[in-house]
């Protein structure tokens, strides 16, 4: 499935690396940046996921809850989140199953995994909409923080759409 601006995101829960759950509805009436990574641990992941860190401050100006989402299990993303001090949560969709909803997943990546999520951003509005979709082939590549910076301004009213 390829999400495009204007639809309804689709709901989920996972589990964040304090083995709670949180659902996607639990954050209705926010913006929503959701940020699908490869692999903790990894180069490219670790400079975009410490970007936002570095720059949460940015995020919670606009009302804006990141959520950081792998196919890695809570036990990792929460060795990694404690490694690299992130302010945000991580959630674990070992199963792969949001992922897939998102169309976020590799058939085949590096050294024949299969099932690993591609690099991808989505804002999701307070209503549940989603205003911005970026699905990366090239997991080298980092998603384009400009226009969503830029979108996220646009949704808590610090700009008008041009």
Request: net charge negative.
């Amino acid at each position: 499935m390829n999400l495009t601006p204007g639809q309804m995101a689709p709901d989920f829960t996972l589990y964040n690396t304090d083995k709670n759950k949180l659902s996607l509805s639990d954050l209705r009436g926010k913006n929503v940046l959701l940020l699908f990574f490869p692999q903790a641990f990894t180069g490219v992941c670790t400079k975009e996921l410490c970007a936002i860190r570095d720059d949460i401050s940015r995020y919670s100006n606009v009302q804006a809850a990141v959520i950081g989402i792998s196919v890695d299990s809570v036990f990792t993303l929460k060795r990694y989140q404690e490694d690299q001090h992130y302010n945000f949560p991580l959630l674990s969709d070992f199963n792969r199953e949001v992922s897939a909803l998102y169309g976020t997943l590799y058939e085949n990546w590096i050294l024949d995994m299969k099932g690993v999520s591609k690099r991808a951003a989505f804002i999701i509005d307070r209503s549940g909409k989603v205003q911005y979709a970026e699905v990366l082939e090239n997991a080298g590549e980092m998603p384009d923080f400009e226009v969503i910076n830029e979108k996220l301004d646009i949704l808590n009213g610090h700009l008008t759409d041009i």
